[in-house]
T-cell receptor, first 109, second 116 residues
Framework: QKEVEQNSGPLSVPEGAIASLNCTYSDRVSQSFFWYRQYSGKSPELIMSIYSNGDKEDGRFTAQLNKASQYVSLLIRDSQPSDSATYLCAVNTGNQFYFGTGTSLTVIP | EAGVAQSPRYKIIEKRQSVAFWCNPISGHATLYWYQQILGQGPKLLIQFQNNGVVDDSQLPKDRFSAERLKGVDSTLKIQPAKLEDSAVYLC??????????????FGAGSRLTVL
């Protein structure tokens, strides 16, 4: 069973701060990495994907990948109360996807 | 494009009863997944189909769960008989390669099952 590990939190940050979410994975041949946001009572929604080492920025979100360390992170700049949700890290190997348990983020106004 | 369709959205049954969930993936998506998400946990893969063939059902409790995708399009997941621990959200997802070649997973709204 492929392992994807996340700190479950909860993580609380004040509005306007940077939220940092971390994820490690066990399978070195994993090819693609994703962050999903899941609001309470809703299904996961893709917010970021990253495929190569380094940083990828999309608006207030930055994903960082380090394949040598088997580590993926998500930074949320200028955090807003609407960012309060659970963030799921997902790892893709071939056509299979494995998920972490999610990190609960609360942005305090 | 239309998203992944699931029904019913909510179902309440008593233990030992049966239930079925239906999923229609995004048009053209050959790969279809059923995940189980228990409150406070991440999605756990139950079964994965490629067209109408099973790719992975290693975590499907086959004594009570079954799934089919007969024509390679929509799929049904059945639980019979249900246990209390089956209370969860059942998420259907489909995937297809993007222009970069990477597969991206898209979820439906989910079917929330409560077993009393």
């Amino acid at each position: 069973q492929k392992e994807v590990e996340q700190n479950s939190g909860p993580l609380s940050v004040p509005e306007g701060a940077i939220a940092s979410l971390n994820c490690t994975y066990s399978d070195r041949v994993s090819q693609s990495f994703f962050w999903y946001r899941q609001y309470s009572g809703k299904s996961p929604e893709l917010i970021m994907s990253i495929y190569s080492n380094g940083d990828k920025e999309d608006g207030r979100f930055t994903a960082q990948l380090n394949k040598a360390s088997q580590y993926v992170s998500l930074l949320i700049r200028d955090s807003q109360p609407s960012d309060s949700a659970t963030y799921l890290c997902a790892v893709n190997t071939g056509n299979q996807f494995y998920f972490g348990t999610g990190t609960s983020l609360t942005v305090i106004p | 494009e239309a998203g992944v369709a699931q029904s019913p959205r909510y179902k309440i049954i008593e233990k030992r009863q049966s239930v079925a969930f239906w999923c229609n993936p995004i048009s053209g998506h050959a790969t279809l997944y059923w995940y189980q998400q228990i409150l406070g946990q991440g999605p756990k893969l139950l079964i994965q189909f490629q067209n109408n063939g099973v790719v992975d059902d290693s975590q499907l409790p086959k004594d009570r769960f079954s799934a089919e995708r007969l024509k390679g399009v929509d799929s049904t997941l059945k639980i019979q008989p249900a246990k209390l621990e089956d209370s969860a959200v059942y998420l259907c997802a489909s995937s297809a390669p993007t222009v970069s070649g990477a597969n991206v997973l898209t979820f439906g709204a989910g079917s929330r099952l409560t077993v009393l």
